[in-house]
């Protein structure tokens, strides 16, 4: 599969700037939402190709959001990487537990970011 489309949910306007604009520079499609329930109430019209889902934020927290995309016949097989300030191993595996297939603590480092968009792209 190859990643073409990529939805950024995250509820600060920084991040999803400095993502965008680094996901954009490498030549993918990038869509925005500011939050879980948009996230899980759009997924099905948007279809991106991967999810870069942040986990602290107001309302349906990430690891919420990815549960119900992960779960649902019609987004399940759409790969989501975890994106957020929580960095403990704990957190890891819960996230992995939701239905990520990656995890990018932030400061999100551009090259672990791409490296894992390319894993994926390559395993899908």
């Known amino acids: 599969m190859s990643i073409k489309k990529i939805l950024i ?3 600060s306007p920084t991040e999803r700037h400095f993502l965008g604009e680094l996901l954009t520079k490498n030549g993918f499609q990038v869509m925005t939402l ?11 019209e948007l279809m991106p190709d991967l999810i870069l889902m942040d986990v602290v ?13 992960s779960k649902d016949e019609i987004t399940q097989h ?24 990656g995890y990018v603590v932030k400061p ?14 390559q395993n899908g």
């Open 9 to 11: 949910v995250d509820d």
């Open 78 to 101: 759409i790969p989501i990487i975890m994106c957020t300030s929580k960095g403990q191993e704990t957190d890891i595996v819960w996230g992995k537990r939701q239905g990520a297939r």
């Open 57 to 69: 934020m107001p309302g349906l927290n990430g690891f919420q959001a990815t549960r119900t995309i």
């Open 34 to 44: 500011e939050s879980g329930e948009e996230a899980v109430a759009r997924v099905k």
């Open 108 to 121: 999100v480092n551009p090259e672990e970011l791409l490296k894992q968009i390319a894993a994926l792209g």
